[in-house]
């Protein structure tokens, strides 16, 4: 069993976004000039339906599409044990030799169905499938959560992971009814990497180097933290938690009009129908505008705008601007 609770490298995870961080971007952040402050990547989950695994393929395509650009995690989304091993032995037979376990997913048609975040609720379950995986499975396996329903439903879980040789467990410590909004619970990674005898990975809501800051003054035994919003609105915070400094402002900026013009040239290039682009473009620009503050009114025009064309060069425009 890993015990890994000592001071170590500091390993920078990027988050599972299913349609946003995948070989896609992991690809455009690589292209880039800067140094990539990223060390691994979790893919979007692959879900298996009714033992078939045809649609899993098309996934692990994406997966392995990656340009050797960073090392990546495959995710498997499932609750039915030989389905389970049967995808996460597919995967070994790709090259890869960890897969997580996605524990953490809010949407509720996914966890009425005891998938993701779900099967929180079952600590018994959890551990019925674990029991009949782990001895089955050719990869190690890693667990991506959240806290469970109410605030301490996630305790039982930790003990029941105690039993087991796991790669790691991700947190994001919020519980399945917030979504990705309101008050993350600061005390429960402190709770789980105290009880548990696994690698711990903090992730949430670090959109730049004092946010990092803060989680890292919070938990000085976790090295190992994970970005996923923060790193679409802007993967130089990854870089800059790598170098623990601010980049010059100048620097900054060219940077990360470096990024978001690869992001919109990778996306025009993509062999889809224009309107698809055109929401890829405005999917990304949801998390760029955060992170340029920008007010409704600037976006405005841009949300109004339904041409490929004047939909990237208005995204430029405000970065330039705004940045
Ligand atoms: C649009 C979207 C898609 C996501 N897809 C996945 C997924 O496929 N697998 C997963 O474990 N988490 C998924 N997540 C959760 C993120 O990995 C991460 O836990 C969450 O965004 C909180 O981290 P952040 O504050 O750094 O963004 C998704 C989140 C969002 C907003």
Same mark, same amino acid.
């Given at each position: 069993m890993e015990m890994d609770k000592g001071k170590k490298k500091l390993t920078i995870y990027l988050a599972p976004m299913q349609g946003l961080t995948d070989a896609f971007f992991r690809s455009v952040i690589h292209s880039c000039s800067f140094a990539n402050g990223f060390d691994i990547a979790v893919s979007?989950? +692959?879900s298996i339906t009714h033992g078939d695994l045809s649609a899993a393929h098309k996934k692990i395509k994406d997966v392995s599409d990656n340009n050797n650009s960073l090392p990546v +995690?495959?995710?498997?989304?499932?609750?039915?044990p030989k389905e389970f091993i049967d995808l996460a032995n597919l995967l070994f037979d790709h090259?890869?030799?960890?897969?997580?376990w996605n524990l953490g997913c809010p949407i509720p048609k996914v966890a009425k169905k005891h998938h993701g975040s779900g099967l929180l609720h079952y600590p018994n379950e959890v551990n019925n499938i674990l029991s009949k995986v782990i001895p089955n499975i050719k990869p190690c396996l890693s667990i991506k959560m959240r806290t469970g329903y109410s605030q301490t439903e996630y305790q039982?879980? +930790?003990e029941i992971f105690n039993k087991y040789p796991l790669e790691s467990i991700t947190i994001h410590p919020r519980l399945g009814i917030q979504m990705y909004k309101g008050k993350i619970d600061y005390d429960a990674p402190r709770i789980i990497a105290q009880t548990s005898v696994h690698k711990i990975i903090y992730n949430g809501d670090i959109y730049s180097l004092d946010d990092y800051l803060f989680v890292q003054n919070l938990y000085p035994n976790i090295n190992n933290f994970m970005l996923g919003r923060g790193a679409i609105a802007n993967p130089l915070v990854a870089t800059e938690i790598k170098s623990s400094s601010k980049l010059p402002y100048n620097t900054a900026k060219a940077w990360y009009y470096e990024y978001v013009d690869k992001l919109l040239s990778k996306i025009e290039s993509l062999n889809k129908p224009e309107q698809s682009k055109i929401n890829k473009s405005k999917e990304y620009f949801r998390y760029i505008a955060q992170q340029l503050k920008l007010k409704p009114e600037n976006m405005q025009p841009l949300l109004q705008c339904n041409n490929l064309h004047s939909v990237q060069?208005? +995204?430029k425009k405000l970065v330039l601007n705004h940045f």
């Amino acid at each position: 069993m890993e015990m890994d609770k000592g001071k170590k490298k500091l390993t920078i995870y990027l988050a599972p976004m299913q349609g946003l961080t995948d070989a896609f971007f992991r690809s455009v952040i690589h292209s880039c000039s800067f140094a990539n402050g990223f060390d691994i990547a979790v893919s979007p989950f +692959i879900s298996i339906t009714h033992g078939d695994l045809s649609a899993a393929h098309k996934k692990i395509k994406d997966v392995s599409d990656n340009n050797n650009s960073l090392p990546v +995690i495959p995710q498997i989304m499932g609750n039915e044990p030989k389905e389970f091993i049967d995808l996460a032995n597919l995967l070994f037979d790709h090259g890869y030799t960890h897969v997580n376990w996605n524990l953490g997913c809010p949407i509720p048609k996914v966890a009425k169905k005891h998938h993701g975040s779900g099967l929180l609720h079952y600590p018994n379950e959890v551990n019925n499938i674990l029991s009949k995986v782990i001895p089955n499975i050719k990869p190690c396996l890693s667990i991506k959560m959240r806290t469970g329903y109410s605030q301490t439903e996630y305790q039982p879980l +930790i003990e029941i992971f105690n039993k087991y040789p796991l790669e790691s467990i991700t947190i994001h410590p919020r519980l399945g009814i917030q979504m990705y909004k309101g008050k993350i619970d600061y005390d429960a990674p402190r709770i789980i990497a105290q009880t548990s005898v696994h690698k711990i990975i903090y992730n949430g809501d670090i959109y730049s180097l004092d946010d990092y800051l803060f989680v890292q003054n919070l938990y000085p035994n976790i090295n190992n933290f994970m970005l996923g919003r923060g790193a679409i609105a802007n993967p130089l915070v990854a870089t800059e938690i790598k170098s623990s400094s601010k980049l010059p402002y100048n620097t900054a900026k060219a940077w990360y009009y470096e990024y978001v013009d690869k992001l919109l040239s990778k996306i025009e290039s993509l062999n889809k129908p224009e309107q698809s682009k055109i929401n890829k473009s405005k999917e990304y620009f949801r998390y760029i505008a955060q992170q340029l503050k920008l007010k409704p009114e600037n976006m405005q025009p841009l949300l109004q705008c339904n041409n490929l064309h004047s939909v990237q060069c208005l +995204i430029k425009k405000l970065v330039l601007n705004h940045f």
